[in-house]
Structures are given as structure tokens and as C-alpha cells.
């Protein structure tokens, strides 16, 4: 087959047979070589890569994988299209290639991340119904995981107050987790976007949701968190905003709470305490 680089960096996350590590080496290693500004063929580049991503690249129907694509209504942006944000370009591994479902000019839009517990208090869900409508009156994206818990707060609040809404998801786009979000990832695909690194047909596994944070802390101008316990993946993605100069603010809650120990402790260690929605609205940061 005939390869651009395009084409060649599709056609690998199709096949769902690179960590993001070593899928960001591969885009390294093509854009360094001159060689492959136009179109190519393998030649000596299948020598770099895994014998099962080979066994693909020569067995694959590219016309086929891209009807697949079109049967599920999912699209795709790499990281060489124009429309692809620079300030997910510059985080740690960004996702080389994107798949989606819905208004892909929301990613470019001011944006802000709301996460949190899945076993949340009704705190948190009062806390949401406070801080939502304030971004959305500010024209503030979204965003989230999808997740139970916090994460559906966010979307459920921010589409109910008519505001636009990002799901960042941990599984292929014709996979929805968990399956009780069916009509919610319905709904995000119509009035918002849902975007995955991962293929159709790919499993929810555990390791996929710390790699999916960094897409989201990485899309947003800053992160917020409702409640986290003190080991929480919401602090990872806390911690992943701050590494990537995003603004990263906090929900106090009660020191006797185990949902806010991890809330708390991002407040002693330097981040924004959230009284309101405004406050996230004054303190949020645009960049391209």
C-alpha cells in the first residue's frame, strides 16, 4: 500500500496495537524523516515497529476500517490536521489521533474540566448545580469523563442549563461505559462532542482512564474538582493540569468528610478555592 503520513498514523490507531508511548515515537520518527513528506511505502520503517502492527498495516482493508467508521458516525483528527488544538500539541504524549462524535470546534473553545468522585456526596451535586450555570452564561465548555458519579453531573447539569459539553472517553466510540450513560452519550453526541484515542471496538480497560485524563486536563484552561477522595483519579487529573500550567481549583468541604480529603489537601497545596461559579470564570485563563 501506498502510505502519507496521514494515512499511515490512522491506520495505526485502528489497529489499537501501540501504547500512546510508543505511538508518539512513531509520529517522532515520521516527522523527522523528510523522506515521508509525500506519499511512501514501508520500507525500512516496518523494522521499528511491533511485529503485530505490521501483520496489521499488510492485512488491512483501508477502505473497509473507514466505512466502519462512517456506519458509526465517528470522525477523525490527527495531530497534522489544522484543527487540531495547539494546547493539547504541547502536553506530555499528546494523542497522535482522535476519534469523534459531534461539534468538533468545541475543543478549540475556552474550556474548563469538572471532575470528581463516582461515589459522590449530595454535596457535590449541589455544588455542581451552583458552578454549572455560571460557565455556561460565560460561554465556558465542559468537560469530562463520562464517568459515574461526578463526571455525569457535569454533562447532565451542563447540557440542562443548555451549555456545550465534552466527554473525553476511556473506549471506542461504540462503546459506552458505563452502559447505564447510553442516552447521556446520545444526547453529548448531538449537542456536544465525545472524543476517544481509541478505536472502535476497544474495551474500557483500567489503564486507558490515566492516559484519557491527560487528554482532558490537557484540552482545558483549567480543572476543577468537586470531591476526591485521597487517592482519586480526579487528583491525577489535577495534578497532570498543574504540570501543564493549567489552573486548577477546588471544592472545600468538610474536614470530616472522606469525599473531600482530596479537595482539601489541592486547596493547602496552592489551588483556587471555589465559592462559585464566578469564581472559576474570574480566575480562568484563555490560550490557544
Known amino acids: 500500500?501506498?502510505?502519507?503520513?496521514?494515512?499511515?498514523?490512522v491506520a495505526v490507531a485502528i489497529s489499537d496495537t501501540l501504547t500512546?508511548?510508543?505511538?508518539?515515537?512513531?509520529?517522532?520518527?515520521?516527522?523527522e524523516d523528510m523522506s515521508l513528506n509525500d506519499s511512501f511505502v514501508l520500507g525500512d520503517l516496518k523494522y521499528s515497529l511491533?511485529?503485530?502492527?505490521?501483520?496489521?498495516?499488510?492485512?488491512?482493508?483501508?477502505?473497509?476500517?473507514i466505512k466502519r467508521?462512517?456506519?458509526?458516525?465517528?470522525?477523525?483528527?490527527?495531530?497534522?490536521?489544522g484543527g487540531y488544538p495547539q494546547r493539547l500539541k504541547e502536553i506530555y504524549l499528546p494523542p497522535i489521533v482522535l476519534f469523534y462524535r459531534g461539534?468538533?470546534?468545541?475543543?478549540?473553545?475556552?474550556?474548563?474540566?469538572?471532575?470528581?468522585?463516582?461515589?459522590?456526596?449530595?454535596?457535590?451535586?449541589?455544588?455542581i448545580r451552583e458552578i454549572i450555570p455560571a460557565l455556561v452564561k460565560d460561554d465556558i465548555v465542559v468537560i469530562s469523563g463520562l464517568a459515574r458519579g461526578v463526571d455525569t453531573l457535569a454533562h447532565e447539569e451542563t447540557l440542562k442549563a443548555n451549555?456545550?459539553?465534552?466527554?473525553?472517553?476511556?473506549?471506542g466510540l461504540n462503546v459506552v461505559y458505563p452502559s447505564e450513560n447510553s442516552k447521556l452519550y446520545d444526547v453529548i453526541a448531538k449537542r456536544g462532542l465525545i472524543l476517544s484515542e481509541y478505536p472502535l471496538q476497544s474495551r474500557p480497560l483500567k489503564f486507558h482512564f490515566p492516559y484519557r485524563n491527560r487528554i482532558i486536563a490537557g484540552l482545558s484552561h483549567g480543572v476543577c474538582v468537586i470531591e476526591a477522595k485521597e487517592k482519586s483519579g480526579s487528583l491525577i487529573t489535577a495534578n497532570l493540569a498543574l504540570s501543564e500550567n493549567r489552573e486548577v481549583f477546588a471544592v472545600p468541604g468538610s474536614i470530616f468528610s472522606i469525599h473531600s480529603k482530596g479537595t482539601n489537601s489541592l486547596?493547602?497545596?496552592?489551588?483556587?478555592?471555589?465559592?462559585?461559579?464566578?469564581t472559576i470564570t474570574k480566575n480562568l485563563k484563555y490560550f490557544p
Open 69 to 81: 467508521l462512517q456506519e458509526h458516525k465517528v470522525k477523525v483528527i490527527t495531530i497534522l490536521d
Open 267 to 278: 486547596i493547602e497545596a496552592g489551588a483556587c478555592l471555589v465559592s462559585s461559579g464566578e
Open 20 to 31: 500512546s508511548k510508543q505511538f508518539y515515537e512513531l509520529f517522532m520518527r515520521l516527522e
Open 163 to 171: 451549555g456545550s459539553t465534552i466527554a473525553v472517553i476511556g473506549s
Open 1 to 9: 500500500m501506498i502510505w502519507t503520513k496521514r494515512r499511515l498514523l
Open 50 to 65: 511491533p511485529e503485530e502492527t505490521n501483520k496489521w498495516l499488510e492485512s488491512m482493508d483501508w477502505n473497509l476500517e
Open 103 to 127: 461539534n468538533l470546534s468545541l475543543i478549540n473553545q475556552r474550556a474548563v474540566a469538572v471532575v470528581g468522585s463516582r461515589d459522590h456526596s449530595k454535596y457535590a451535586k449541589d455544588c
